[in-house]
């Protein structure tokens, strides 16, 4: 009887010196850290846009050039903007997109691909330097220099994540669906 009031002594002593009081001078970086929970309360991350979407747009010229864009948020890749802020590390990807382009003169098909940042560095190497860490904001069809120059002509602007620095190519197909790229200079 005397052994067990001792260790029921013992065991209600431990129970009361349990109560945490050495957290008390932690910081709760600290104690995520020892927890290894840190990283997942001291990071956040944002998609930008959060969701697919997509757009279409048909035109039909004068000059016998009927134009189909669709374009569409590629969910797969994206480009990486990160940022420290009150020990809080923001993380915003930039999902790319795509072009679906199709061109049709007299109502045959000359030209159907889908094009994005990386088909114009295959396609000329040259824009690879000045593309490469930008996104595209939009495509459209010139549809005036279209009817003036008597090709189709569609204008891509990339742009730089987190500056006003953009990049304008003219895109140009002939009737017969050669596609020529060159740098619009405003």
Known sequence: MKYVVFYVFLFTFTLLSCDGRYKLYKTNQEILKEHKLFESFSEQINYIPESYLETSNDTILSNGYKIKLKSFTDMD??????????????????????????????????????????????FDESFNKSIKNKIIKGVWVDEYASLINNNVIIEMLFSEIGNNKSIHLKLVFNAQGDLYITEKYS
């Open 77 to 122: 890749n994206s480009q990486l903007s990160y940022y420290t802020k009150d020990n809080i590390q923001y993380k915003n990807y930039y999902r790319n997109i795509n072009t679906s382009i199709t061109i049709l003169k007299d109502n045959q098909e000359i030209f159907s691909k889908t094009v994005n940042k990386n088909t114009i560095i295959e």
